[in-house]
Nanobody
């Protein structure tokens, strides 16, 4: 499975962005594949932003983004999205999408989000 994330950029504090991630390759069951977004800021560990466990399963968010970010998916297009609203300078990071199916985890390359104050 290959994952391609895009949509990052430079935005002012309070602004919005929408990140997209497209999955390709051997996806056995897209509906039962978990898709997530993680981020890593300079000098910090990678942290969970949001995770959708399956097409009709639960979704979880990192505490720092609850109420501001929304993950969604379009299984027909093999796409997962992350809507980022009310962005803050501390949201500046490289954002990565991942896919999880049973015991397999796949990572895409990151897309940089920079929030200016």
């Amino acid at each position: 499975v290959q994952l391609q994330a895009y949509g990052g950029g430079l935005v002012q504090a309070g602004g919005s962005l929408r990140l997209s991630c497209v999955a390709s390759g051997s996806i056995f069951s897209i509906k039962n594949t978990g898709f997530g977004w993680y981020r890593q800021a300079p000098g910090k560990q990678r942290e969970l932003v949001a995770f959708s466990s399956s097409s009709d399963g639960p979704t979880i968010y990192g505490d720092s983004v609850k109420g501001r970010f929304t993950i969604s998916r379009d299984d027909a297009k093999n796409m997962v999205y992350l809507q980022l609203n009310d962005l803050k300078p501390e949201d500046t990071a490289v954002y990565y999408c991942n896919a999880v199916y049973i015991i397999q985890t796949y990572w895409g390359q990151g897309t940089l989000v920079t929030v200016s104050s």
